[in-house]
Structure formats: C-alpha cells, structure tokens
C-alpha cells in the first residue's frame, strides 16, 4: 500500500521563476492538502483540495495555485518565486467523509530559490 | 496570538526521564486534536490523536481540556529514540479536515 508519494525530492529556482511541485495521495485518500514548512516553524496550510476543487485556502498570496485530477493527484504551482518562498512543501491525503481522519504526509520537496 | 501555541523548546532530558509538552489553541470552534512528531528533515507522523476523555498509548498520555483550550502530551520513561520535534496540531471546525499546526517542541534524550 503505496503512501503519500512527492516530486520532486529537491529542486533549486532562481528568483521570478516557475515550480510545480507533485503529489500522489496515499491509496484510499480523496482529499489533499498541501503544506510550506520554514526551517524551524511547524507546517503552514496553504490549501486543500477536494473532488478537483480548492476547498479551504490558508494565508497565501495568488502566486500559489494548485490543481487536483480525477485521479485524486494534485499539483502545487509557485510563480514568481521569492526568495522567502525556500521552504520544505509537503504534501498530505487523508479521507474526507472521515471527520477526525489524521493527515498522512509525504516526505516533501525541499525548495530552494536563490 | 497565534493558532496554536506550544513550550518553547529545547527539553533536554536523560533517559528514563518524564516530560511534558504542552499546547494552548485559540479556536474554540476546534474539533480535533493530536500529536505528529517529526524527525529531523522528515515528515510529520501521527504520533497519536487526542480525545475529551484523554487517551493512552504506552508510554504517551494525551489529555484535552476544551474550556482552558489546553492539550497536553506526557512521555514516560523516554528512549534515546523520542528525540524528535513534537508538533501540536488542532482540526478547525467545517470539516474538511484543515489542520493548524504549532512550531513545535524539540526534545533531545541523552543516555
């Protein structure tokens, strides 16, 4: 039973580029909420995704966006990256009927904008 | 004031040691509780959930308290193994499942 899966591992930008970070939710999982982790701070919500739609967002500008597929896989994209945009993003699945369902990370994707 | 509040740490302890974590959240809307722990440069784990009534899993106690808007994590007899960061976590209200994380308590055990 294949878990929370992301890619990719690592990955360096250079400021005002573009990323799309992706994630694999784990097997029986609807739902996936995606994470930004500053070094030394608990994980941030950025957004979740439900049945392909953005349900919940967190206090993130609109450079972040994301996208869900049939499948249940979402995407994270970032523009214009800054610098402050360096950070470990991960990526979470859980059950969405399933009220007090825990989250189930992936083990993230370090990124780095230099 | 943020979401949710938590020791600051380090707690460094010796083997066999008690420690206790605590965590204060600022929604009382709140509607689930727990515990991940995270190793260094990896990713959060459940650790365990929490509940009204408080909860055990071996050497770990929870406990809730909804009017102070308190949790608590109790590790007894700690291993050089706990060392890890323990991060609170609260489950806002609408379901949904968005989950509000703490920075997190680092504990380091040493033999």
């Known amino acids: 039973d294949a878990g929370v899966t992301q890619s990719p591992t690592h990955l360096i930008k250079t400021r005002g580029q573009q990323v799309t970070l992706r994630c694999s939710p784990k097997?029986?999982?609807?739902?996936v909420s995606w994470y930004q982790q500053a070094l030394g701070q608990g994980p941030q919500f950025i957004f979740q995704?439900?049945?392909?739609?953005?349900?919940q967002r967190g206090n993130f500008p609109d450079r972040f966006s994301g996208h869900q597929f049939p499948n249940y896989s979402s995407e994270l994209n970032v523009n214009a990256l800054l610098l402050g945009d360096s950070a470990l993003y991960l990526c979470a699945s859980s059950i969405r009927d399933s009220y007090n369902s825990p989250l189930h990370f992936g083990n993230g994707t370090r990124l780095t904008v230099t | 004031r943020k979401e949710v509040e938590q020791d600051p740490g380090p707690f460094n302890v010796p083997e066999g040691a008690t420690v206790a974590f605590n965590c204060t959240y600022s929604?009382?809307?709140?509607?689930?509780f727990f515990w991940y722990r995270q190793d260094c440069r990896k990713e959060p784990k459940l650790l365990m959930s929490?509940?009204?009534s408080g909860n055990e899993d071996g050497r770990f106690t929870a406990q809730l308290n909804r009017a102070s808007q308190y949790i608590s994590l109790l590790i007894r007899d700690s291993k050089l193994s706990d060392s890890a960061t323990y991060l609170c976590?609260?489950?806002?209200?609408?379901?949904?499942?968005?989950?509000?994380f703490g920075a997190g308590t680092r504990l380091a055990v040493h033999p």
């Open positions: 995704y439900y049945e392909e739609e953005e349900r």
């Open positions: 097997s029986g999982h609807d739902t």
């Open positions: 929604n009382s809307a709140s509607q689930s």
């Open positions: 929490v509940y009204s």
């Open positions: 976590v609260v489950g806002l209200s609408g379901g949904y499942n968005k989950l509000i």
